[in-house]
């Protein structure tokens, strides 16, 4: 989400690399100074991205950059980058970006931001069978702009009755919200992810909100993803699938997200 000289992106897998090169290209982002990643959790596909991001790769960027995640997700990438894997992210960021911070977010704070207030929510997320399931250190954000927009990121995340609370509360007053849909039924729910289903659900929690469905399964064939949304979106006209190049833009006169033409 672009605001003024802000962009807020939700995760940096390797569609980072594409977002930071567009960033000098695309005129929606020509004022873009400061970049804040919000990292939900340390499996290495939700940061994989910053090894390749141009902003630590050009020189003088000056992208002021500052990655934000639970410290189990913070402790991961420091570690992963460190030699001889790969280069110390604090040395890529000399001579590239203007500067580089990482901070720590807890579930339940306030996150104060230039032109955001980030509310930290705790997901249900984890790797494995039961019994060797390991729970990760898992956050949603709630992202509230200065005058503007509030949006809701739940991803990864396996929606039960126990997580309801969290949801309502994530999702109340909220003008988008960008859920977890890896599998097309409630009854493939596994892993810590969500469906089609699960989201279509939410839809019906909250008629008048803008829902994508998104984290689309790997493996999964196109035709399966678009058989689910239609079996479960019917009837369901806020709800939409997200798909890689459809751009949704906050509408101020409207006061809501409408698709970007």
């Known amino acids: 989400l672009a605001v003024g000289h802000d962009l807020y992106v939700f995760d940096a897998g390797s569609g980072l690399l594409d977002l930071s090169a567009a960033q000098r290209s695309d005129p929606r982002l020509s004022q873009i100074r400061r970049v804040h990643l919000l990292v939900t959790h340390a499996h290495w596909d939700h940061w994989e991205g910053l090894k390749d991001a141009e902003w630590l790769w050009r020189k003088n960027s000056g992208i002021e950059l500052t990655i934000l995640g639970p ?10 980058f460190k030699p001889p894997a790969f280069v110390k992210l604090e040395i890529l960021a000399l001579g590239t970006v203007k500067s580089l911070d990482f901070l720590e977010v807890k579930e339940g704070s306030e996150v104060v931001l230039p032109s955001a207030r ?13 019994p060797n399931e390991r729970h990760l250190c ?18 990864d995340h ?13 999702l109340a007053d909220a003008d988008l919200a960008i ?3 890896s599998y097309g039924n409630l009854s493939e729910h596994a892993f810590g992810h969500g469906s089609i289903e699960s989201a279509a659900v939410l839809s019906r929690r909250f008629p008048e909100m803008r829902i994508l469905a998104a984290h689309h399964g790997a493996v999964r064939a196109d035709a399966d993803i678009l058989d689910a949304m239609k079996r479960h979106g019917t009837g369901l006209p806020h709800l939409s699938l997200a ?14 997200f409408v698709p970007a033409s």
């Open 71 to 80: 410290k189990e997700a913070l402790d991961t990438i420091k570690n992963a």
């Open 118 to 130: 980030l509310f930290p929510l705790a997901l249900n997320h984890y790797s494995g069978i039961a």
């Open 138 to 155: 898992t956050l949603g954000y709630r992202l509230c702009v200065d005058e503007g927009p509030t949006l809701a990121y739940l991803c």
């Open 158 to 170: 396996e929606p039960c009755e126990r997580t309801a609370a969290m949801e309502d509360a994530a």
């Open 179 to 181: 859920v977890d849909a």
């Open 243 to 256: 798909i890689e190049g459809k751009d949704e833009v906050w509408d101020a006169q409207q006061q809501r």
